[in-house]
């Protein structure tokens, strides 16, 4: 019966030495330490929830670098596009131009030569109608130093007025 | 390192209680036979002396200060050095390490006896080594822990998340330096019963009446009225029945502390008298042959107390984790099994 039979004395030094560790303990170890393991855990709650929202920031912000990428990229094919065209209508006009220019200066040409070939033309038969006057006068004054012969000539001609 | 010192701590232990039983046998084929019983009751019970070992005729032994106070001769404090081998001081005597008067006066026995010197020394140790860890935080701040901060820090978070968190709920905080206090006191005390020449100081029914007691005044304090609706008015229970249930619910408030009591007192104390008995073997068979299977035995009896040491502290705890939080439940969904099994979380609206 020895062993289960409480002593009292045992249980008030129980008592006492226990109930002054549980206030010690309390004031200088357990109320520092659950409050550091606290403290530590939600740094490293607020640490992975930073991390994760600049995980997500990353993203965002990757996102809106292809965005503009992809942005810069249609605007250059534009600038590009629009270039070609324009260069394509400036060697269109460019040509169109150059013929048309061409043929006005042919056109020129042409009237230029057409107008000398006439002047030429009436120089030549101004030049052949002295020629003929001048043989024809020649002529008529050999021949009318001869009296008979200027007489016939003038009949002839007022027979074809008598026609007329 | 830890487990070389257990292991030293472990052999140290059984040559220790070995060579103890060795000046019995001595004496033993002088005058009386070896009685393993009385040996083993005087090896778990407490003393007023701590008898560390014999050599030869020489006993070493540590005399430790004797308190006791009479109604008519008031308060005597002396060595129990003056008491040894059946002395008679200021009219006090020992009788099978009970302190009486010789005058059949009523004695109040406040010895510092050896259970009381291993409680001293169990919670100088706690608060050596628990002052030293918070420190550690203080220095450390939120950085990773060091050392005994380490070793500790675990079993710091286990009692908090696994023992109070789902046991008690969301109002665990105010019990944790209980529930903590109480675990590292019922380990370390253990671990010291363990070693050479310790004392069976959580093997004393005295300390854990008392640690049930403060269990149950815990638990009766921070009780609410839905844990006393639950034993004057059970739920579901018809009105004629109650005059049944009223008085088992009664008795269950007590009985829960008292088999915190028994359970921690009668694993401890039974692991002594296992180991010891494997010892007694030796001397009862007078034979040196019988040795190394006592010493195999109780080696294996020991590895299983060093378990025992840690697992009586945290069962101990988680039970009265689980009686505070019946107490202070706000509601009683986990009476019937709707919900409110995660203590972590529970006590939400209904």
Redesign the interface.
Known sequence: M??????????????V??L???L???A???????S??K??ES?IEGALRMADQAKLEMQQLQAGNEKLLAEARMERDRILKEATTMSNQFIEQAKTKATEEGARMIEQAREAIRNEKNAALAEVKNTAAQLSIDIAERILRRELTDQPAQQQLVDSYLKEVKLN | MKRLLFALFCLLSLTARASEPVATTADATESENFNPGEMILHHIGDSHEWHWFTLGETHVTTYLPVIAYRAGSGLSVFSSHELAEGKVHEGLKLEHEHLVSTDGAKVYDFSITKNVATLMIASALLLIVFISVARGYAKRGTAAPRGMQSFFEPLIIFIRDEVAKKSIGPKYERYMPYLLTVFFFIWFSNLLGLLPGGANLTGNIAVTLTLAAITLLITLFSSNKNYWAHIFATPGVPKPLLFIMIPVELIGVVVKPFSLMVRLFANITAGHIVTLSFISLIFIFRNIGIAPISIAFGLFIFFLELLVAILQAYIFTLLTAMYIGGAVEDHHDADYQIGGGDGAAPAQAH
């Open positions: 020895n062993i289960v039979t409480p002593e009292i004395g045992l249980i008030f030094w129980q008592v030495i226990f002054i560790v549980v010690l303990l309390r200088y170890a357990w109320k520092p330490i659950l550091s393991l403290e530590r740094s």
